[in-house]
């Protein structure tokens, strides 16, 4: 880090990409005094040349090993698709480097073991995109529970919308509608609101799980191609909290014409809902309501200024904008406030422990 920036090198980063060109550029883009990109690798030499070209970017490496060895990059960004994440993951974190990767961090339990375990030994910063847990209504809330707005907690109650997973995708969205690539609705949409959820309520005691689905085939529309469908599109999970309090989940492929976001708090003191326009817990703008003692409406719970200060409104950019924030200040300061391996593969834990009560 010559330049006292931290450099970072994509792999997956293309102008026309619908998720690092739409959120992790723009966040580097506001924090320019701690980073600059300097590298990126794509699935081709020349995939790489063309985003170079188009996002000036220094170096465009012929494959992503070269990235990974190259000594003007501190931090790897892994945002391709989850079956690459071990590989990748893998060989950055054995050549030293510090590492950003989108969740889910690897494709099943094991790998995810492998890479936490790899992270902890190399004494690296290595930093999951689980973007719900830094976002600022999510630190509120955390803060409100914390401080006992509710009381004591005696249940929760989570209900969202996948987005996908329903009877019709398009032909680049298909690998996530195959339970094989680990990208379903269960490790995505409600393992990230689960990271959330969790990160202000704490982890499960137990639980039962079912998934099910309605659809056994999907329509590709941009192809008309039908092809078969392994990801389950109906999650249904209940049980209790370690702090003792019940929970009860509902995930469906698809979107709601109601409700597509709801999550409920209730308590001995009070009670509080959480609403978005899409079961994405880490992409939706977030609603909180409460009421407490004598109150008989919801009324808005609106988080500080404070917390969204130097960052846009637009949730996608700011959340992760907020997680490269605290993974600055971790590989500054020696320090481990942004989600971790280690968190990840607390998350994965249970995402793993919901599909085993479901084929059990």
Not at 24 to 35: N, V
Not at 226 to 234: I, Y
């Amino acid at each position: 880090m010559s330049s006292g920036k931290i450099r970072v090198g994509f792999i997956g980063l293309n102008p026309d990409s619908q998720w690092a060109f739409k959120s992790h550029l723009p966040a580097l883009q506001l924090l320019s005094d701690d980073f600059e990109i300097t590298g990126v690798a794509n699935s081709t030499p020349e995939s790489a040349r063309r985003t170079a070209t188009a996002l000036h970017i220094p170096h465009a490496f012929n494959n992503p090993q070269a990235l990974i060895q190259s000594p003007e990059v501190d931090l790897v960004v892994v945002t391709v698709k989850v079956p690459h994440h071990f590989e990748l993951v893998k060989a950055a974190l054995e050549a030293g480097k510090h590492v950003y990767c989108e969740h889910p961090l690897g494709n099943g339990l094991e790998e995810t073991q492998q890479l936490a375990t790899l992270a902890k030994n190399q004494r690296v910063v290595a930093v999951i995109g689980t973007q719900m847990v830094v976002a600022p209504a999510v630190r509120y809330l955390a803060q409100l529970i914390k401080e006992g707005y509710v009381g004591k907690v005696l249940s929760t109650t989570l209900i969202g919308s996948g987005g996908n997973w329903g009877s019709v995708t398009v032909a680049n969205n298909y690998y996530l509608f195959d339970k094989a690539n680990g990208a379903t609705m269960l490790t995505i949409p409600l393992g990230h609101t689960l990271a959330g959820l969790t990160a202000v309520l704490g982890g499960f005691a137990q639980l039962t799980a079912q998934l099910t689905s309605n659809f056994t085939m999907v329509k590709v529309q941009d192809t008309t191609e039908t092809k078969p469908k392994t990801a389950a599109d109906q999650i249904l999970v209940q049980g209790t909290l370690a702090s003792g309090a019940a929970i009860s989940i509902h995930y469906r492929g698809g979107v709601s014409r109601g409700t597509n976001l709801l999550w409920e708090i209730n308590g001995t003191e009070g009670d509080i809902q959480v609403t978005g326009p899409l079961g994405h817990g880490q992409l939706t703008p977030l609603t909180i309501r409460g009421a407490r003692g004598d109150e008989k409406e919801l009324t808005p719970l609106v988080p500080p200024a404070a917390l969204y200060s130097g960052l846009p409104d637009n949730p996608v950019v700011g959340n992760v904008a907020q997680l490269y924030k605290l993974l600055a200040a971790d590989i500054r300061n020696n320090t481990c406030t942004a989600p971790s391996f280690a968190d990840a593969l607390v998350l994965h834990q249970l995402l793993d422990s919901i599909e085993q009560s479901a084929q059990g």
